[in-house]
């Protein structure tokens, strides 16, 4: 369908579809198989300056908004969701600074990350504190001129690959959510340090892993905001990000819908090819409609934030939960298309089946994102009585 899109939206378009076909395609059985971290796909990815999209050009991006990420995004997934997660937790990492930051510390770490020179994370989740991030345990006390950051976080992408990590932790022990803070964190800084990299089902071309801070002593000025907005921050750049999510879902689902209706027009069972059996067609048909409605929804919620509207946790909810759910039931449903072929690796959809899982559970899980759309409309059908 045609979205109206700009010359350059459709050149940044065209830019990361042609990395999906040219680089990301050869490779992606290969760094799925061996769990292998992307490196000279994130290089091209740089080249085509597509880490910078959202990032202002006063701190070396391209001053897009999340409508042009979300292209770059969508496409990149198409390729591959394991190396779209890579790239977009990159994004995950530098929306916070790019948000919060000061002057300083925007001119020090954007441009690196626009350019792809330095790649970024971010780091909530910790062993005891998943869904609930209330209950985080990682402390940063102040002594002087510095922080001194104690605790783990788990299950970081890009934990290890990446330069620049934006990290929460509580400075005031007491206060609880209220009294954590972010803190911007660079690998080598003395006292951080990695753990296991996961095994994982899916997305096995990004990284996951652990990150140790044992004394870990930083500068003062490595403060993002002010102390106590952690949590503020932390859901602001998860607002931000979900729609991102919501695009790798919907590149993911159109490339297993592609796959499903090729393998349908040429495999033939009784004579025929199996698309012209009414089962098979209308199985296609709903994947198409679904995908098509998810990436209206995700293109419509990405312009609107890019209004920069004052509130829109609903809507970026409502992106992240619908297009990750149609991900998950169209790669379910290329895997039936194709049979027993499509439980094979030697056909990408039963990678794609178990990249899609994922998009239910990171950046909080679906439940998480009913239980937000919920709190809001408890919210806004409250102010209306
Ligand atoms: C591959 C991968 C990459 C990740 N990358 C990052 C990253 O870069 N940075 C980061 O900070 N985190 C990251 N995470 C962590 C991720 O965001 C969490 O896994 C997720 O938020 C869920 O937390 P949990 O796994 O601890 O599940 P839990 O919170 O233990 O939840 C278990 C189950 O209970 C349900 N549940 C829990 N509470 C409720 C409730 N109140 N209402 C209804 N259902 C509920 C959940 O939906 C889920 O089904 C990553 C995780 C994975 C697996």
Known sequence: MLYSLTEEQEMIKEVARRIAEEKILPKRAELDEKEEFPWDILKEIARADLFGIFIPEEYGGLGFGSFENALAVEQIAWGCAGVATAFAASGLGAYP?????????????????????????FGLTE????????GIQTTAMKDGEYYVLNGTKQWITNAGEADIYVIIA??????????????????????????????????????????????C???????????????????????????????????????????????ARQRKQFGQPIISFQAVGHMLADMATQIEAARALIYAVCKYIDTNPKEFAKYAAIAKLFASDVAMRVTIDAVQVLG??????????????????????????????????????????????
């Not at 790019?98 to 990350?113: A, M, S, V």
């Not at 899980?365 to 059908?381: C, S």
């Open 170 to 215: 509580l400075t005031d022990k007491k206060k609880g959510p209220r009294g954590a803070s972010a803190f911007i964190l660079e690998k080598g800084d003395p006292g951080f340090s990695f753990g296991k990299k996961e095994k994982k089902m899916g997305i096995r071309a990004s990284t996951t892993g652990s990150l140790i801070f044992e004394d």
């Open 97 to 121: 600074i790019f948000l919060f930051g000061n002057e300083e510390q925007k001119h020090t770490y954007l441009p690196p990350i626009a350019k792809g020179e330095k790649i970024a994370a």
């Open 127 to 134: 062993p005891n504190a998943g869904s609930d991030a209330g």
């Open 340 to 385: 027993g072929h499509g439980y094979m690796r030697d056909y990408p959809v039963e990678k794609m089946m178990r990249d899609a899982k994922i998009l239910q559970i990171y950046e909080g899980t679906n439940q998480i994102q009913r239980n937000v759309i919920a709190q809001v409309l408890n919210k806004e059908y409250g102010r209306k009585k």
């Open 217 to 263: 002593r930083i500068p003062k000025e490595r403060l993002l905001g002010k102390e106590g907005m952690g949590f503020f921050i932390a859901l602001k750049t998860l607002d931000y990000a979900r729609p991102g999510v919501g695009a790798l879902a919907v590149g993911l689902a159109q490339a297993a819908l592609d796959e499903a209706v090729k393998f």
